[in-house]
């Protein structure tokens, strides 16, 4: 049965994950941390968890956007600290990259925090692109529109 959020079935965006493509062999997600409505970070990580536990042995890409992320979603910086520590403790081994889009002036100082939890593999499968998001999406194989 597929995971269903009980936040997120009230209010779709609450965590802002999601799930851009699919096919039998990789899933792609989309995330935008400053368009999420709710930054509770248990609930973020219970989705999250809940979400990706239903990979199986297909590969993923995380899309990171960084649209309009200002001071205040800097300032929920545990809930960055936590996906990276779920990300690399369960759901590395799937994982092919991180593409973060949209990089603003607080991106090297997010990637310097959160990278002491990340493990140095997951690190390496990080990418900034300063591509229009839809230009990411497309080098990916997704069709649609952002």
């Known amino acids: 049965m597929p995971f269903i959020c009980k936040i997120c079935q009230q209010c779709p965006n609450s965590h802002s994950l999601v799930k851009l493509d699919e096919n039998e062999e990789q899933i792609i997600y989309y995330t935008c ?85 990340l493990s140095e593999s997951v690190r390496n499968m990080v990418v900034f692109s300063n591509q229009p998001f839809k230009n990411v999406v497309s080098e990916n194989g997704v069709s649609c529109q952002g």
């Open 33 to 117: 941390p400053s368009s999420a409505t709710n930054n509770n970070t248990a609930g973020i990580v219970t989705h999250y968890n809940g979400e990706l536990s239903e990979l199986g042995k297909k590969k993923w890409i995380w899309i990171l956007d960084l649209k309009g992320f200002k001071m205040k979603n800097f300032m929920e910086i545990g809930n960055g600290i936590a996906l990276a520590k779920l990300i690399t403790k369960k759901y590395s081994e799937n994982l092919q990259k991180i593409i973060v889009v949209n990089p603003n002036s607080f991106t090297s100082a997010i990637f310097k925090i959160v990278s002491p939890f």
